[in-house]
């Protein structure tokens, strides 16, 4: 069974950081394409960033600059560290998996993973 886990969520004010977690377990980590999505109260679920299997990212134009995905493959572990960070990023953050890393750009796009955790919730103060 494939299950991602996150943490690391809290409250911050604005221009502040977090580091998320999202620990793996189940599958071939490494093989995957891994993500980060978030959801605003009243809005679709959009993807923040990802990595593929060779470590290759891709980020939202809203966060780029801003965020940073990264991996810890001996430790089955993804993050994402999160910096200058404003109420629009005010949200449910989720992690999700997904064997085909080669599609790791398209499926960030349109949402499209097989596995996701339960979310962790960011909230950023004005």
């Known amino acids: 069974q494939v299950q991602p886990v996150e943490s690391g969520g809290g409250s911050v004010q604005a221009g502040g950081s977090l580091r998320l977690s999202c620990v793996a377990s189940?599958?071939?980590?490494?093989?995957?394409?891994m993500g980060w999505f978030r959801q605003a109260p009243g809005k679709q679920r959009e993807g923040v960033a990802a990595i593929d299997s060779g470590g290759r990212t891709d980020y939202a134009d809203s966060v780029q600059g801003r965020f940073t995905i990264s991996k810890d493959n001996a430790k089955n572990t993804l993050y994402l560290q999160m910096n200058s960070l404003q109420p629009e990023d005010t949200a449910m953050y989720y992690c999700a998996a997904d064997p085909d890393s080669d599609g790791c750009t398209w499926r960030l796009k349109t949402v499209a993973f097989d596995y996701w955790g339960q979310g962790t919730q960011v909230t950023v103060s004005s």
């Open positions: 189940g599958y071939t980590y490494r093989r995957y394409c």
